[in-house]
């Protein structure tokens, strides 16, 4: 019988796995960050099997459990069946925010291309493939293996349609208001050029991943404009793609607090990336030193 063993894995983190190796290494990784998602997991990983058995490429899931409490990665480990190896589960506690959880998780996949999404899969699998297609045509394009490539989804796009019931129609404004103040706010204070730097759908290259994520220091929701930030600062193409977005409930509304802290996640990713280029170039010469 297999025995199931805990492996050390990144910083402070352990990541649950088996003795099983694939056959075959992963060319696509999803990473589903979460925190204390409780049951709603298991119906999240009836999907996400249903997507690895359905896609004919050569995918893994890992899902990263940001200090969950709620006995998520024990439920997700109890329900893997079939898929050990291709499903994976990082843990660490504690809680450390999404960033945090969406660069472990993008570090430690296998795959060639790399996409990250919400774990209440608001955006559309679909649209994860989809993602992975258009980063692989950016690879292709370029005729380079190696190519630095990062394709976004955005909500802005004039082809992206957004769904919900009818009780959720004010949630929706609400939201879409203070996203877009937001964005305007992200777009004076830092060199980007994107509509929606918050959609929960985004892909890079494994080239693109290895450049940037190990010098990004944003562990909250500021992650992705710290991410388009270094995009632009290392003159690296950023594609805005249309998605489908179905809200399901409200349970993701930003507070008055959290909003407070973005801000001010913000005033720190552009201290870091406009005041201390040297220092930043520092530290990815003594990253690439460390990896070799």
Request: charged share 25%; with cysteine; aromatic share 10%.
């Given at each position: 019988?297999?025995r ?9 983190g352990?990541?649950?796995s088996?003795g099983v190796e ?6 696509y990784?999803?990473?589903?960050p979460t925190?204390?998602?409780g049951?709603?997991?298991?119906h ?11 896609t ?5 899931a890992i899902?990263v459990?940001?200090g969950c ?6 439920r997700?480990q109890?329900?893997i069946?079939n898929?050990?190896g291709q499903?994976r589960?990082?843990?660490?506690s504690?809680?450390?925010g999404?960033?945090y959880a969406?660069?472990?998780?993008l ?5 060639k291309y ?5 774990c209440?899969l608001?955006y559309r699998?679909?649209d994860?493939?989809l993602?992975?297609?258009?980063l692989?045509e950016q690879?292709d394009?370029?005729?380079d293996?190696?190519a ?6 955005s909500?802005?796009h ?5 769904t919900m ?5 004010s949630?929706?404004?609400r939201r879409q ?5 937001f964005g305007?706010l ?7 050029a994107?509509l929606?730097t ?5 892909g890079?290259t494994?080239?693109a991943?290895?450049?940037v994520?190990p ?12 991410l388009?930030?270094a ?6 193409p950023?594609?805005?793609?249309p998605?489908?977005v179905?809200?399901?409930n409200?349970t993701?509304t930003t507070s008055?607090?959290?909003i ?5 996640e913000?005033?720190q990713?552009r201290?870091?990336w ?8 520092r530290r990815?010469?003594?990253?690439q030193?460390k990896?070799?």
């Amino acid at each position: 019988m297999e025995r199931l063993r805990k492996l050390d894995s990144l910083e402070s983190g352990k990541e649950w796995s088996t003795g099983v190796e694939l056959k075959y290494a992963p060319v696509y990784s999803l990473v589903l960050p979460t925190y204390n998602p409780g049951k709603e997991i298991e119906h999240t990983l009836w999907r996400i099997k249903d997507f690895l058995t359905k896609t004919e490429t050569r995918w893994e899931a890992i899902f990263v459990c940001d200090g969950c409490t709620d006995g998520t990665p024990e439920r997700i480990q109890n329900n893997i069946g079939n898929f050990i190896g291709q499903i994976r589960v990082i843990q660490y506690s504690p809680n450390q925010g999404k960033g945090y959880a969406v660069k472990q998780g993008l570090l430690s996949s296998r795959g060639k291309y790399r996409i990250f999404t919400d774990c209440d899969l608001a955006y559309r699998l679909e649209d994860v493939l989809l993602m992975s297609e258009w980063l692989e045509e950016q690879v292709d394009s370029k005729r380079d293996e190696n190519a630095l490539a990062v394709v976004i989804a955005s909500r802005e796009h004039p082809q992206s349609e957004v769904t919900m019931p009818v009780h959720l129609m004010s949630y929706f404004f609400r939201r879409q208001f203070q996203s877009r103040i937001f964005g305007k706010l992200a777009r004076w204070l830092l060199p980007i050029a994107q509509l929606d730097t918050q959609a929960g759908l985004k892909g890079l290259t494994a080239s693109a991943v290895e450049k940037v994520l190990p010098i990004l220091e944003c562990h909250g929701f500021g992650f992705d404009c710290e991410l388009l930030t270094a995009c632009a600062y290392y003159q690296i193409p950023v594609l805005e793609m249309p998605v489908r977005v179905h809200y399901a409930n409200a349970t993701t509304t930003t507070s008055v607090q959290s909003i407070r802290k973005m801000l001010r996640e913000l005033v720190q990713i552009r201290q870091r990336w406009q005041k201390q280029p040297q220092q930043l170039d520092r530290r990815e010469r003594g990253n690439q030193a460390k990896a070799a």
